[in-house]
C-alpha cells in the first residue's frame, strides 16, 4: 500500500506535466471538429442551392409552357377542340409535364389535355392564389392512384379572347423528378429530398419508394415554416442522424421544400481517426510516463520512506529505541531520517520531564486536598467548642452543614481540575443529602449545562440553602410537598440568558418573614456577586420560589458552549 500511495502521487505529478501536450491535443481534435462540422454544414447548404436551382430551372420551363400556350392563337381563340389538341401535343412533347388545363377565373374549364382526370380546381388553395396574386403558385401533391405522383401547377394569364382572365394548370411528373435526382451522386449515408408545401414528401434519394407520398418526421416540420435557407443537424426520416443544408417554400422560387444532408457518421469519419491516433499517442505517452513514475517511486523513494515508516510504526507499537540510522549524506531522505531520529530524541526527552512534572504536580494537588480538609476540620472543631459553649447545638449543625455544602462543591470541581461541574451532578448531590428516599419529591430537569467553578461554589451553597428552608419549613416539611429545579438558556430573541427557578409547592401556608434570614442573604449576595444576575425571591401563598437570571457567558464554561 506504502509503494502505490507514492506512485500514485508521482503519477499526479506526472499527469500534471503531461497536461499541457494533453490540453493541446484534446484543443487540435475539438478545433478540428469544429472546422469539419463548418465545412459539412457549408456543403449541406451548397447542395441543397444546386438541387433548388435544378428544382427552379424545371419549375422555370413549366411557366415558360403555360405562357407559350396561352399566347397561341388556338388556345386564345373560342375552338376548344383545337385548344385541348395542341395542350395534348404539348404533353406529348414535354417530357415533365403529364397533364395541362385553361380554366376560366370562376374555375370553369376551357380546354384540358387527352387523357386526364377530372379537372375541377374550384376552391383548390394553389388555384384561388395563382387567380388573386397573378404569380406562379405551386400546389401540394396529388395521388391519382395509379402510383404516378402529380404536383399542380397554377398560373394566372390575363388578356384572354373573351376579356377576361384565364388560369394555366399544369401537372408536374414527380417520376420524372425522381429520375433527375438520381442521376446526382451522393456520397455514401446522403440524401436529397423534395417536399410540398404540406410536408409531403415528393421526391427523395436514395430508398424514394418509402417515403413518396409520406409525411415529414413531426420534430422537423418547423423547418418548411422557416424564412431563409440555412443547415441545421437533425434526425432524418430514416433514422440517420445528418447535417441538412434546406430551403423553406418561402426562400424557393419554386414553392417546394428543398433538402441535401450528409450523414454525420460519414462525415466525421476522417476526424474520427486523426482523434483515435492522437488519442492513441497520448495514451502512449501517458502510458511511458507512468512506467518511469513507478520505476522511479519503487526505487529512490519508496526505500528510504519505508524506512521512516517503519520507524514510526516500531514507535506506535511501544519501541521507543527504533531510529532510522539514516544521515544527511543519503541526501534528502536522508535529511528526513536524521531529523526524525532527532525528533524521537527531544521527545522522549521531554516525554521524561512532563512526566515529572505531572508528578510533582499531582503531589501538590492531593497535598493541597489534604490541607483543604484538614482546613475544613480544623473549622469545624473550632466552630464546635465556640457553639458547644453557648449551647448552640442547632447553630453549630447549620455552620457544619454549610461547610460540607462549601467541601461537596469544591469535590465536584476537582474532577474537572477546579475549573467547571456539571450543573445537574452539583445541584443533585446539593439535595440528597435533605431528601434521603424521597427523591422523587424533588423533580430536577434543564438542559446538559456546565457551570465555572466560582459559579459552582455560590451555586452549591445557595441550594443548601434552599434546601435547608424547605425541610424546616417549606415543601419538605410534610410528606406531601414537592420542590420543582428547573433551568434553561433562553433563545436570543428573548434575551439570551440563563435562568434557574425553584419552585415549592404542596407544603405548609408560606408567609412572608418579618426579617431577612442568613441563608436569603447567601443566596441573594453570593449568586449576585459570581454571576452578575439578579435573584427574585417571592414567598407565594403555595410556596417559596426563587428564580435567578443571568448573563450565560457569566454562568457556562465555554467548553459547553
Not at 242 to 252: D, K, L, N, T
Request: charged share 20%.
Amino acid at each position: 500500500m506504502r509503494l502505490k500511495s507514492l506512485a500514485s502521487r508521482l503519477f499526479v505529478l506526472t499527469g500534471v506535466a503531461i497536461a499541457p501536450a494533453l490540453v493541446i491535443a484534446v484543443s487540435t481534435v475539438v478545433s478540428i471538429q469544429k472546422e469539419r462540422t463548418e465545412d459539412l454544414h457549408a456543403d449541406a447548404r451548397r447542395s441543397a442551392e444546386l438541387v433548388m436551382m435544378e428544382v427552379e430551372q424545371t419549375f422555370a420551363g413549366i411557366e415558360g409552357v403555360m405562357r407559350t400556350l396561352v399566347a397561341a392563337p388556338v388556345v386564345r381563340g373560342a375552338d376548344t377542340s383545337a385548344c385541348s389538341t395542341m395542350l395534348a401535343e404539348t404533353v406529348r412533347a414535354v417530357e415533365f409535364i403529364s397533364a395541362l388545363y385553361i380554366l376560366e377565373e370562376d374555375g370553369t374549364l376551357r380546354c384540358e389535355s387527352a387523357a386526364s382526370p377530372a379537372a375541377d380546381f374550384r376552391g383548390q388553395s394553389f388555384f384561388t392564389e395563382a387567380l388573386a396574386t397573378g404569380k406562379r403558385i405551386t400546389g401540394t401533391m396529388i395521388d391519382q392512384g395509379d402510383g404516378v405522383p402529380l404536383l399542380p401547377v397554377a398560373l394566372r394569364i390575363s388578356g384572354h379572347s373573351r376579356d377576361s382572365a384565364a388560369v394555366v394548370v399544369a401537372f408536374f411528373d414527380l417520376t420524372w423528378m425522381e429520375t433527375s435526382l438520381q442521376r446526382r451522386s451522393l456520397p455514401t449515408g446522403g440524401a436529397l429530398t423534395i417536399v410540398d408545401r404540406s410536408g409531403t414528401v415528393l421526391a427523395r434519394v436514395p430508398q424514394p419508394e418509402e417515403f413518396i407520398g409520406t409525411k415529414v418526421r413531426p420534430e422537423n416540420m418547423y423547418l418548411l415554416n422557416e424564412k431563409e435557407p440555412g443547415s441545421v443537424e437533425l434526425v432524418s426520416s430514416d433514422g440517420t442522424n445528418r447535417i441538412v443544408g434546406y430551403f423553406p417554400p418561402a426562400a424557393s422560387p419554386s414553392g417546394v421544400y428543398v433538402s441535401a444532408g450528409f450523414s454525420t457518421v460519414e462525415g466525421y469519419a476522417v476526424m474520427r481517426e486523426i482523434a483515435l491516433q492522437s488519442l492513441g499517442l497520448a495514451l502512449l505517452g501517458t502510458a511511458l510516463a507512468s512506467v518511469l513514475a513507478y520505476y522511479t517511486a519503487s526505487h529512490f523513494i519508496a526505500r528510504p520512506v519505508g524506512v521512516l515508516l517503519d520507524t514510526i510504526a516500531d514507535w506506535r507499537r511501544g519501541d521507543t529505541t527504533s531510529r532510522t540510522g539514516m544521515s544527511a549524506e543519503d541526501g534528502e531522505m536522508g535529511e528526513a531520517g536524521a531529523a526524525l531520529d532527532a525528533f524521537m530524541s527531544e521527545v522522549l526527552a521531554n516525554r521524561e520531564a512532563r512526566q515529572k512534572a505531572d508528578e510533582a504536580r499531582d503531589l501538590m494537588r492531593d497535598e493541597l486536598e489534604h490541607r483543604e480538609k484538614n482546613l475544613l476540620a480544623t473549622v469545624q472543631a473550632i466552630a464546635r467548642q465556640t457553639f458547644s459553649q453557648t449551647g448552640t447545638e442547632d447553630r453549630l449543625r447549620v455552620f457544619s452543614d454549610r461547610l460540607n455544602a462549601i467541601s461537596e462543591a469544591n469535590r465536584l470541581l476537582k474532577q474537572s481540575g477546579w475549573q467547571s461541574t456539571p450543573l445537574q451532578d452539583l445541584i443533585l448531590g446539593g439535595v440528597s443529602t435533605f431528601v434521603g428516599e424521597t427523591v422523587d419529591r424533588v423533580v430536577v430537569r434543564g438542559p446538559d449545562l456546565v457551570v465555572k467553578g466560582n459559579v459552582a461554589t455560590a451555586l452549591g451553597m445557595s441550594i443548601h440553602e434552599l434546601c435547608t428552608n424547605a425541610v424546616k419549613y417549606g415543601a419538605l416539611s410534610n410528606d406531601t410537598g414537592r420542590v420543582l429545579i428547573e433551568w434553561d438558556v433562553l433563545p436570543p430573541e428573548r434575551g439570551g440568558a440563563f435562568t434557574l427557578l425553584w419552585t415549592e409547592r404542596g407544603g405548609p401556608p408560606v408567609t412572608k418573614p418579618e426579617r431577612t434570614g442568613f441563608g436569603s442573604k447567601v443566596i441573594r449576595h453570593a449568586l449576585s456577586a459570581q454571576t452578575g444576575g439578579t435573584v427574585e425571591i417571592t414567598h407565594e401563598p403555595e410556596g417559596l420560589v426563587c428564580r435567578l437570571t443571568a448573563p450565560a457567558e457569566a454562568v457556562i464554561a465555554s467548553s459547553a458552549a
